[in-house]
């Protein structure tokens, strides 16, 4: 949906999308696959890249851009599903702590 709005404005050569989502899945993946890690977030997001500062940005990676989401499957597996899932527990429930009080958790 994002991405044919992008298009219909033509913008999808300048603006490139990374989405985030506490239930991401892979397409070839299973549901509690730790590869899923990698963009999962506690909140759905929707980050917009500039397609100039990506490029800018491969170009200077001191390493192969194509082996980057193997570094992250792997650092996601040395951190384990259950301590992944403690992490996401306490930032939801800091959310929920912080919604009971009415305070909004954004930037001061």
Do not use: C
């Amino acid at each position: 949906m994002i991405t044919r709005l992008l298009e219909d404005m033509e913008l999808d050569t300048h603006i490139q999308i990374a989405t985030f989502h506490p239930n991401y899945q892979f397409e070839q993946s299973l549901k509690e696959d730790v590869e899923n890690w990698t963009n999962k977030a506690p909140y759905p997001i929707i980050h917009l890249l500039q397609v100039d500062d990506v490029a800018r940005s491969i170009e200077s990676y001191p390493g192969d851009t194509n082996d980057i989401w193997k570094k992250n499957i792997a650092k996601m597996k040395d951190i384990g599903k259950a301590k992944l899932n403690e992490i996401m527990d306490m930032i939801e429930k800091k959310s929920r702590d912080k919604s009971s009080t009415g305070e909004t958790g954004g930037i001061k």
